[in-house]
């Protein structure tokens, strides 16, 4: 079983920064293609990153490619999403996701593992 735990949520107005990390409970970087997804309010939750086992391959949604950078430190046991640029678009509660096995996948059905959620506000 997984635990993941993501935090670096915040206020912050458009065309800042955030960094979002995601504490997980084993060494997971090794073992599972980690995701970020996000929730806006009445929407489904959606696809912003991937990354896969060793993190030898990323990809991204079309909405914050350029923008956002998913990056993994297994000695930590500790994923990350740079968030830059940030558009008012990008205000929702953000997850991230863990799959044991390798590959990118962009559904939610394919994540076994989530955490609870950090929110990201971009104000205008």
């Known amino acids: 079983q997984v635990h993941l735990v993501e935090s670096g949520g915040g206020l912050v107005q458009a065309g800042g920064s955030l960094r979002l990390s995601c504490a997980a409970s084993?060494?997971?970087?090794?073992?599972?293609?980690m995701a970020w997804f996000r929730q806006a309010p009445g929407k489904e939750r959606e696809f912003v990153a991937a990354i896969s086992r060793n993190g030898g391959t990323t990809d991204y949604a079309d909405s914050v490619k350029g923008r956002f950078t998913i990056s993994g430190d297994n000695a930590k046991n500790m994923m990350y999403l740079q968030m830059n640029s940030l558009k008012p678009e990008d205000t929702a509660v953000y997850y991230c996701?863990?799959?044991?096995?390798?590959?990118?996948?962009?559904?939610?059905?394919?994540?076994?593992?989530w955490g609870q959620g950090t929110q990201v506000t971009v104000s205008s």
């Open positions: 996701a863990a799959r044991a096995s390798d590959g990118i996948y962009y559904q939610v059905q394919a994540y076994n593992y």
């Open positions: 084993e060494r997971t970087f090794r073992q599972y293609t």
